[in-house]
């Protein structure tokens, strides 16, 4: 009896979520830019000007799914500009809408559950975003 396809791709993609890329290590990330190591962003806090917007780089070999949430658990968060999840694979660069809604957001790697970022929007002077 042959196996279904299925039982084959099924560890491949598996292994391409939890096994590195192999090669040269990959560039670090311009100034002003979040970078995103293996397990971890390389800040755990961010702060961003209301209005403005979030430029995060996966500087490892490993994949990353980004969006709104702690801890790994992916959440909705109707004031975050990351309304959806984002896969980021070794060099991707993503930039995140402008951040309207001042306060405290969070976002997550479903992959790595350590890997959580406070992102503090702070008000402008002269409203809640000018």
């Not at 979520?17 to 979040?34: C, E, I, M, N, R």
């Not at 800040?43 to 961003?48: K, Q």
């Not at 799914?65 to 658990?73: L, V, Y």
Request: hydrophobic share 40%.
């Amino acid at each position: 009896m042959a196996l279904p396809r299925i039982a084959a791709i099924v560890p491949l993609l598996l292994a391409g979520l939890f096994v590195p890329a192999v090669g040269p290590d990959p560039a670090p990330p311009p100034s002003g830019v979040l970078a995103m190591g293996h397990e971890k962003f390389a800040e755990d806090e961010v702060t961003v000007d209301c209005g403005s917007t979030l430029t995060m780089q996966n500087d490892s070999r490993w994949v990353h799914i980004i969006g709104p949430g702690q801890d790994g658990a992916l959440t909705a968060d109707p004031t975050s500009p990351v309304a959806d999840r984002r896969l980021l694979e070794t060099g991707d660069v993503v930039t995140t809408g402008a951040w309207n809604s001042p306060g405290v957001h969070y976002l997550t790697c479903s992959v790595h559950p350590e890997m959580t970022v406070q992102v503090t929007v702070r008000p402008c002077a002269g409203g809640p975003c000018c």
